[in-house]
């Protein structure tokens, strides 16, 4: 028999003009069904004005990512039941850190520019991609083949993160992440876009990028990684060898 | 429309002082805010001590003999325990920001917090 919990879903509301409140609708769940499940029913037969972003429901699109219960997750892969319990309430909200454009929905603009801006790929050569355990040793001409890159670009990240909170002009762990992937030494003009006041460096080893991420991008390993990578970088021009 | 709201900007530093539902990182990152600004505020109060000596061995004695006041004393404890968490968790960070544990980021710091609780408990004990 399909277990059921009585959830009151706490959406956060805030259209044009209003100030931000929060709207409560009691509901009866499987505990096994997802989060975005949730705020689909009650978009579905309660309130047809609630504006959310979803697309796949497989954590394939990035579309779906809200606070639930205060942390970032990617709502179509969430359990209701590894958020809350029986009788509980299950807040969603806005991702932080984005323009809040309508209720659960942020403008993520800014965000793709700065994606934009360090070349990030959506597909890779499968030799460079990061494949744990590959099946085998990948061969020069296995180039041809494409592999869609790890990041789907969410922004789960951005708003885990609490430097960024405090400047847009950050770069963030997506964008940095995305600058490692492609490599300062296939791309030598990213070298001026992340080592500077707003990149590399900014980050403050919070590691809540690599926490909330859905999708084992590891944006933490890769800020360090490319900061290995600005340093080297850095050390072949002094010596007049970049 | 208004979508100013909920965007990044410097006022919202306080959320670096406020971890819960976050992971041992934001929490790690919460306590070396702590302890820097405990540090600063001590560095600030150990100037003015200082300054008393140019007014002379008796302000500077009078000083002295307030430290023997428990709260004053339980302000050094704070003091050498802020600067034990302070400076492990900073070299927890100088070893992954170079790529040193960076994926053993959290045991890294359970480790040397450890060693800070030992720390602070054999001086706490030579204290009091």
């Known amino acids: 028999m399909t277990e059921t919990w009585n959830i009151t879903l706490r959406v956060y509301r805030q259209k044009d003009g209003e100030a931000p409140h929060f709207d409560n609708f009691g509901m009866e769940v499987n505990p096994d069904e997802y989060v975005l499940d949730a705020v689909e029913r009650v978009w579905a037969f309660h309130d047809r004005s609630i504006c959310f972003r979803h697309a796949c429901h497989h954590s394939t699109c990035g579309a779906c990512g809200m606070r639930v219960n205060g942390a970032e997750k990617l709502t179509c892969i969430t359990l209701i039941r590894d958020v809350t319990h029986n009788g509980a309430t299950l807040k969603v909200e806005p991702l932080r850190n984005f323009p809040v ?32 355990n590959p099946s085998r040793e990948w061969k020069p001409e296995d180039a041809q083949y494409l592999r869609l890159s790890d990041c789907i670009e969410c922004g789960l990240c951005i708003s ?38 707003d990149g590399v460096w900014r980050c403050h080893s919070v590691f809540e990028c690599t926490t909330v991420c859905p999708s084992f991008v590891d944006p933490a390993r890769r800020i360090m990684d490319l900061r290995k990578q600005v340093v080297g970088a850095r050390f072949r021009k002094l010596f007049g060898k970049a | 429309m208004d979508i ?3 965007q990044p900007s410097a006022g919202r530093f306080w959320s670096w002082f406020i971890p819960i539902r976050r992971d041992i990182g934001s929490w790690a990152f919460a306590l070396n805010r702590v302890t820097a600004l405990g540090l600063t505020f001590y560095l600030f109060l150990h100037l003015v ?53 960076v994926t053993r980021q959290k045991q890294l710091f359970y480790g040397f917090m450890a060693i800070a609780i030992v720390v602070i408990l054999f001086f706490t004990a030579r204290m009091y």
């Open chain 1, 101 to 132: 454009v309508s209720d659960l929905a942020v403008d993520m603009g800014h965000f793709y520019r700065k994606m934009e801006r360090v070349g990030a790929r959506s597909v890779l050569p499968v030799p460079e991609a990061e494949i744990e």
């Open chain 1, 160 to 197: 885990a993160c609490p430097v960024m909170a405090t400047t847009a002009e950050y770069l963030g762990p997506a964008p940095l992440a995305a600058a490692q992937d492609n490599g300062i030494r296939r791309k030598p003009a990213l070298l001026s876009i992340v080592d500077c006041e």
């Open chain 2, 4 to 6: 100013t709201r909920n």
């Open chain 2, 49 to 101: 001590i200082l300054g008393k000596l140019a007014q002379g061995p008796g302000a500077y004695d009078e000083f002295l003999v307030l430290t023997e006041n428990p709260l004053i004393k339980l302000g050094e404890w704070a003091v050498a325990a802020a600067a034990v968490l302070h400076g492990l968790n900073g070299i927890r960070i100088i070893l992954t920001s170079f790529g040193v544990g």
